[in-house]
């Protein structure tokens, strides 16, 4: 140990930790059959740097503060995109380093370049997506005075504006890069999208805290949901025996021109048929036919008589 853990207050407990945790990685990697060495790994840090600069490049004057007039707009942009191409690139071949390991045969060594190529081939179609989703949530929400007030300030454009881009990723072969993408918009929003989910364009999350899609989640065109909506898998993988159907068709199929309101939970591979509205805290596990309505039966008024028993129960008066 060095002399300044030495000098430590601690040094004896500092000491007992370091012998204890590396007794604990131990017993982990003896259980990881199979396992290789990790020598490198994307970081979340540079990563949250990347798409600082990502959307600086997709919305210069709004998300990455440009001022400098329409005729400098493209060298912001260029230099905004050369950052973050280039923070991709070294995480993207950092996975790959990771994943090599796990493989018989290595990657190209071109292959971290070719991803990055095609991600930045796709950024026009996907700053068109994001745009739908902005436009959908400003037509969407009266309380919105501005397309640009969402775009700086909504949870929900935040965390669809990290799941297009980390989607893009995760198809192009960089699932974990695409992961911690995710999951930076998750910690500032609580909104939980995976990057696999298929999700078309005019897409709103109002609100939002509190949803979970899953991976093989497949939502349509002009979906809106709301807070607490979970579109989940019946069982964890591992506890019940699956097929191919329940492996890799998990979570549920939302059609277009749904809305989906707070605290409503679908799990399974279940279909929300066209022009549906699924009211809030409905629980479901079958399809719903194209224009349905599903609500929960509303909560009814007691009268005085039963209203003062349920009072008694719970140690309160009625006066």
Not at 235 to 264: C, K, M, N, Q, S
Request: negative net charge; charged residues 20%.
């Amino acid at each position: 140990m060095t002399a300044n853990f030495l000098a430590s207050p601690y040094a004896a407990e500092v000491a007992q930790a370091v012998s204890a945790l590396d007794a604990a990685r131990s017993t982990w990697r003896e259980g990881q059959a199979g396992r290789h060495p990790v020598s490198s790994f994307p970081s979340p840090d540079a990563l949250a740097e990347g798409m600082r600069d990502l959307s600086a490049a997709l919305f210069p004057v709004r998300l990455g503060g440009f001022r400098g007039g329409a005729a400098r707009e493209d060298d912001f942009v260029a230099e905004a995109l050369r950052r973050a191409l280039a923070t991709l690139r070294a995480q993207v071949a950092k996975e790959l380093e990771y994943w090599g390991g796990w493989c018989d045969q290595p990657f190209d060594a071109d292959q971290p370049d070719t991803v990055v190529r095609l991600f930045a081939a796709g950024l026009a179609e996907t700053r068109l997506l994001i745009d739908s989703d902005i436009e959908a949530a400003f037509v969407g929400d009266p309380a919105a005075r501005t397309a640009d007030e969402i775009l700086v300030s909504y949870p929900g454009a935040h965390a669809v504006l990290h799941y297009r881009i980390a989607h893009q990723l995760f198809a192009l072969g960089a699932p974990i890069v695409a992961r911690a993408i995710s999951e930076l918009a998750n910690a500032r929003t609580g909104i939980d999208i995976h990057p696999g989910a298929t999700i078309g364009p005019s897409f709103f999350i109002d609100h939002g805290t509190g949803v979970v899609i899953g991976e093989t989640a497949i939502i349509g065109r002009n979906v809106r949901l709301y807070q607490h909506v979970t579109l989940g898998a019946r069982a964890p993988l591992g506890l019940t025996r699956v097929g191919p159907r329940e492996r890799f068709a998990r979570h549920p199929i939302v059609e277009d021109d749904v809305t989906i309101y707070a605290g409503a939970t679908i799990l399974g591979r279940v279909t929300i048929g066209r022009g549906s509205t699924i009211g809030g805290n409905v629980w479901l596990l079958s399809d719903v036919p194209p224009d349905s309505v599903v609500i929960q039966p509303e909560a009814r008024i007691l009268d005085a008589a039963a209203g003062t028993l349920v009072a008694a129960e719970l140690g309160l008066t009625i006066s």
